[in-house]
Every structure is written in structure tokens, then in C-alpha cells.
């Protein structure tokens, strides 16, 4: 009997790992995305991952989905170790559903959060989500979900929040980027927006295509909203590992300090900084000569061009940099660059 139990869990443990099923994880393959599960595998080090929740499944009680198995829910939860730090991961699954919000997991991404405030630990969100479950989340349900937000802003400042978009990310999943820290979008494939082309279809009569609506180029350099750029998945997840190197796990704390080459940049200032003061210059060049070796990772370089902002070592300790870009518009503050120095 024991026995049958534990080839129950089993079973149970593999349909869940499974996620959406062979011909959805082959879909998303072809769309040249990674799944949620090797998302996460490549965000933290190696064998680190603990799962919460991957026995969830839906409490919808919709037509469609009363008889249905919802692996995990649409979205994966836990916490794995970053250079040996502790981080939390919400990671959407979109082969499941779409990865779609539903009540039971919304509770998990609500654990997460918990977990986050009560034990001061970076949380990274994985977004590639249709947005709500409407089937199952419709009506009054969401008069009762201000705590998502509350929940949210109080980890403002308090630890790091990371967003990567990787797919969609839609109304409700579009909120999260937006009151997190850093914002990484994979190019031609991540999306923001609260609604989509068919909805502008609909009030404006207009055609427009996911990308030009909300897509990568729209919110790393005209809206703001996104912060950092990645060719792909596995280039989204190796940022992530190294934004967080340049921060603490949570406030008040140190950040890591990492030993560092005594060697420079092979440019000295008198050859990058022309005598004539109205001469334009390239600034990352300066940048490039001060701070450590290879130490410095760019924030919102496609807006407001005329400052730069940056993250860098000096001596194996972190800095932030914000300088005038004079091969920009001279390096003049306008309405863009201000927001991106503020925000910075």
C-alpha cells in the first residue's frame, strides 16, 4: 500500500514536470523561446532549485476547465542560489494555458512575495503570460486583488525586483515589470501592454502588430518602461545573474565585493578628452578607463542617450554612474534623460 502511495506521488510529480505537454513545449520551442523550467535552470546554479507548489492545479469551475489538469497551475515557484545567494523566481509557464493567472496560482506568486519581505531576499519574475485566467478570475474577483500592488511596492527598496519579458506580457502580468526595479526584454519576442492588437482594433480601428504595440523597441527607447535588452533567453537569464551582483540581497546590507585587475583600459584621458571644450567626446570611453575591467553593465542606454547610466565596479566595489553623453545632443538634459536620471 505504502509503495502504491509513493508511485502515486511519482506519477503525480512527473505529469506536473511535463508542464503543458510535449506538443505545447515543442511549440514553444519553435518559437525560439526557451520553457519556464529551462528558463530557471539557467537563471540559478546548478542543482540549487526548490519548488513550491508543483502539485496546484486550478480551482476554476468553468465548462472548460472543471475536468482539466492545469500542471503547477501556469507558474512555477520557489527560490534557487545565485552565486550563492538566495533568490525567489516566479517563472509563468506559458505552455500551460498560456500561463495565465488563475486564484491558486496567484496564492503561490503570493508566497513569494511573503517569502521575499519576511526573509529580505531578491525576487525575479519570468513573464511570458497571457494576463488573467479570465474563465476562472471574472467578476467581482478582482475587487479583492489590490494586495497584489500593495504587496509589491512595500518590496520596493527594500530588495531587488527583477523582470525579465520573455513572451507576453499581458494586462495583469504587465503590471509587474512596472513597479520592479529592472525591466530586461528579449528582442522580437517579449511584449508589454494591457491590451492588445484586437483591442485596438476595436476602439480605434486600427491595425497594429504585438511588437509594434508593446514590443521591445517601443519600451527600451521611446516609453521608458524597459531597461535592458537581450538577444535571447539564455542571454536574458546571465543578465539577471549579473545585475544582481551589483546589489545586496536587500537593504542594509553590503553588496558583493568581487577582487579585481589592476589593469585599465589602454586609452588615457588626454587621448578621449578633445582640448576644445565644445568638442563632443565618446563619455563610455571614460567610463570604460576608470571602472574595472569589464565591470560595467549599461541601464536604459536606448533612452535618453544624452546621459549615460551605468552599473560598474571600482576596486571590486560597486558603483552606479550616471554621466553626460557630449556625442548626444551635446550631453543636454532633456525630458527623457531626466526621467532615466531619476529613475537611476
Not at 506536473?16 to 539557467?42: D, F, H, S, T, Y
Not at 506559458?94 to 491558486?104: E, K, P, Q, S
Not at 574595472?292 to 571590486?316: H, K, N, V
Request: charge should be negative; glycine fraction near 10%; include cysteine.
Amino acid at each position: 500500500m505504502k509503495h502504491e502511495r509513493i508511485a502515486r506521488l511519482q506519477a503525480a510529480r512527473e505529469r506536473a514536470l511535463a508542464m503543458g505537454g510535449a506538443e505545447a513545449l515543442e511549440r514553444q520551442r519553435q518559437k525560439g523561446r526557451l520553457n519556464a523550467r529551462e528558463r530557471i535552470a539557467q537563471l540559478f546554479d546548478p542543482d540549487s532549485f526548490f519548488e513550491i507548489g508543483l502539485h496546484a492545479d486550478h480551482a476554476g469551475v468553468a465548462a472548460d476547465l472543471v475536468d482539466r489538469h492545469v500542471p503547477a497551475d501556469g507558474v512555477i515557484t520557489g527560490w534557487g542560489r545565485i552565486e550563492d545567494r538566495d533568490v525567489l523566481v516566479v517563472a509563468y509557464d506559458f505552455t500551460v494555458l498560456a500561463g495565465t493567472m488563475g486564484r491558486i496560482g496567484e496564492a503561490k506568486c503570493a508566497r513569494i512575495r511573503e517569502l521575499a519581505l519576511k526573509h529580505r531576499k531578491p525576487i525575479v519574475w519570468l513573464i511570458d503570460s497571457g494576463g488573467a485566467r479570465v474563465q476562472e478570475l471574472g467578476g467581482s474577483y478582482f475587487a479583492t486583488t489590490g494586495y497584489l500592488f500593495r504587496e509589491q511596492v512595500t518590496l520596493s527598496g527594500v530588495v531587488p525586483q527583477v523582470s525579465v519579458i520573455m513572451g507576453p506580457g499581458a494586462a495583469g502580468t504587465a503590471y509587474i515589470p512596472a513597479l520592479g526595479d529592472c525591466v530586461i526584454m528579449v528582442s522580437e519576442q517579449g511584449t508589454l501592454a494591457l491590451g492588445g492588437p484586437p483591442l485596438v482594433k476595436a476602439v480605434l480601428n486600427e491595425e497594429i502588430s504585438e511588437q509594434d504595440l508593446g514590443g521591445a523597441e517601443v519600451h527600451l527607447s521611446r516609453s521608458g518602461v524597459a531597461h535592458m535588452r537581450a538577444e535571447n533567453d539564455s542571454e536574458a537569464m546571465q543578465m539577471v545573474r549579473r545585475y544582481l551582483s551589483y546589489f545586496p540581497s536587500a537593504s542594509l546590507e553590503m553588496p558583493p565585493i568581487k577582487s579585481c585587475s589592476a589593469e585599465r583600459a589602454p586609452d588615457t584621458l588626454l587621448d578621449i578628452v578633445p582640448e576644445e571644450a565644445a568638442t563632443p567626446f565618446d563619455m563610455q570611453r571614460v567610463i570604460d578607463l576608470i571602472v574595472d575591467a569589464g565591470e560595467s553593465l549599461a541601464y536604459m542606454s536606448d533612452y535618453g542617450r544624452s546621459l549615460i547610466t551605468c552599473f560598474a565596479r571600482i576596486g571590486g566595489y560597486p558603483v552606479g554612474v550616471v554621466a553626460s553623453q557630449s556625442s548626444h545632443l551635446g550631453g543636454v538634459l532633456e525630458n527623457d534623460s531626466s526621467v532615466k536620471a531619476a529613475r537611476f
